[in-house]
């Protein structure tokens, strides 16, 4: 089993601070309005060469009815459950609050180990100050300044002295799965098809638009399938975002494309594509993602004999040059067709992937460009000798020509089109560089 240490407390003590210390990067959106982080969290930290997965809960509040406290109360507790150990994190400059009390409360029914943390400790008065936390009862108790990093290496000493050695195998192994990232504009769906595909409550759902601030990983591993989903912020349009967090949230949504092998992109059914969704595609394409595009709410849409038909011819030309991208119809709210968006997005992970043998290549390439010359440019005729992969992560190839300057752009898209005709590249992006023989 992996080792999960959960980082929880109540809201402004400082746990996403200290969560970003713990992975070395600036992962969660550190803010002094209280309730940023409202989702659970997942990062993978190493201390002592041992690896283990942290998870950042949303503060924890008591008995108020505000609809998101309510969810980040519900989130504190799965965080609880899923964890190994817990980090309780208090803070020095106020003292002991009833929060704090009625959050000790929940923890020391907890059969789990618990580290209490004072953070803030930077100077000797508050050391001294901090001794009151020995009121609440617990038995490990730490002093640390999250922003400075001093005491954290006693706390992590003792976490990992909690650990095996495969506990650490394990977490480095999940580090290494498949990760697709579900993008899109805010409330097409994102967080509700991550919900249905996990089948429990991973992220919090409500139709105010930019619920979801961070992105948030997820490790799927049903039906023999293992890889990991990562739920992003949704993004928007620049003259739209108007928060800093919510600048903040959309450099992360485009950072979690940069960590995922394949970006699903959800669309609204009713409102078609919109030319903000054309920029997260091409963004996606440009890093060389994978891609899938699945329209949501399809159950909403009145159908004729051929209203799927049309739709996805509709949507090839606005997506053209790059239209071999697979189109599933799903609705998430009925359960339709969601997991098969799974299946496709590990077909184009494998595509993805492909290594077409040097041999094969040019016996299939040679013979496309036989079958139809290149132009002759200013009088030269151009020579395709050779093609070869090259060792990246997108697939990419080189053909070795006399002229590489002379290729025009027809012609190029004449060899991609051959290239994915006859290895299948569906929702991927090729790459062609024609270097000089």
């Known amino acids: 089993m992996s080792f999960t240490l959960a980082i929880t407390g109540r809201p402004n003590v400082g746990k996403s601070t200290f969560f970003n210390r713990l992975l070395e990067q600036r992962k969660a959106i550190v803010d002094d309005v209280s309730g940023v982080t409202r989702d659970r969290q997942y990062g993978v930290a190493e201390w002592a060469g041992k690896s283990f997965n942290v998870i950042d809960t949303g503060g924890f509040v008591s008995g108020s009815d505000d609809v998101f406290e309510t969810e980040i109360r519900k989130?504190?507790?799965?965080?609880?459950?899923?964890?190994?150990?817990?980090?309780?994190?208090?803070?020095?400059?106020?003292?002991?609050?009833?929060l704090d009390e009625s959050m000790a409360d929940v923890l020391r029914r907890s059969t789990k180990p618990v580290f209490l943390v004072v953070n803030k400790v930077d100077n000797h008065k508050r050391m001294l100050e901090a001794s009151e936390f020995y009121s609440l009862g617990f038995e490990h108790i730490f002093f640390v300044s999250s922003i400075s990093g001093s005491g954290t290496g006693e706390l992590l000493d003792a976490v990992t002295d909690l650990m095996t050695d495969k506990d650490s195998e394990e977490t480095k192994e999940e580090d290494a799965l498949p990760k697709f990232a579900i993008i899109g504009q805010p409330n097409v769906g994102k967080s509700s098809l991550l919900n249905a595909l996990v089948g429990k409550e991973r992220t919090i759902v409500s139709d105010i638009a930019g619920t979801t601030r961070d992105t948030i990983h997820t490790h799927y591993n049903l039906f023999n399938k293992d890889f990991m989903l990562i739920d992003t912020a949704g993004i928007r349009r620049k003259t739209k975002v108007h928060e800093d967090l919510e600048f903040y949230s959309v450099i992360r949504a485009i950072k979690a494309m940069d960590e995922a092998d394949v970006c699903m992109l959800l669309l609204d059914a009713e409102k078609g594509i919109t030319a903000q969704d054309l920029s997260i595609f091409s963004l996606a394409a440009k890093k060389g993602k994978g891609l899938v595009v699945l329209v949501n709410k399809w159950d909403?849409?009145?159908?004729?004999?051929?209203?799927?038909?049309?739709?996805?011819?509709?949507?090839?030309?606005?997506?053209?040059?790059?239209?071999?991208?697979?189109?599933?119809?799903?609705?998430?709210?009925?359960?339709?067709?969601?997991?098969?968006?799974?299946e496709?997005?590990?077909?184009?992970?494998?595509?993805?992937?492909?290594?077409?043998?040097?041999?094969?290549?040019?016996?299939?390439?040679?013979?496309?460009?036989?079958?139809?010359?290149?132009?002759v440019v200013r009088g030269n005729a151009v020579k395709i000798k050779y093609v070869t992969q090259l060792p990246t992560h997108t697939p990419s190839f080189a053909f070795f020509c006399n002229y590489p300057d002379d290729i025009k752009a027809p012609y190029r898209n004449y060899l991609e089109n051959k290239l994915r005709e006859k290895f299948d590249f569906s929702g991927v992006s090729v790459r062609l560089f024609f270097r000089k023989k």
């Open 300 to 342: 909403l849409v009145e159908k004729q004999t051929n209203t799927a038909r049309d739709y996805e011819k509709e949507l090839k030309n606005r997506l053209a040059p790059f239209s071999d991208v697979p189109i599933l119809f799903i609705s998430v709210k009925d359960k339709q067709r969601i997991f098969q968006a799974v």
């Open 75 to 98: 989130q504190v507790h799965i965080a609880i459950e899923e964890a190994n150990a817990i980090v309780f994190m208090v803070d020095v400059a106020t003292g002991i609050t009833n």
């Open 344 to 375: 496709l997005a590990l077909k184009v992970y494998d595509n993805r992937q492909r290594k077409v043998p040097t041999s094969q290549l040019n016996d299939v390439m040679l013979a496309a460009v036989a079958a139809y010359h290149p132009p």
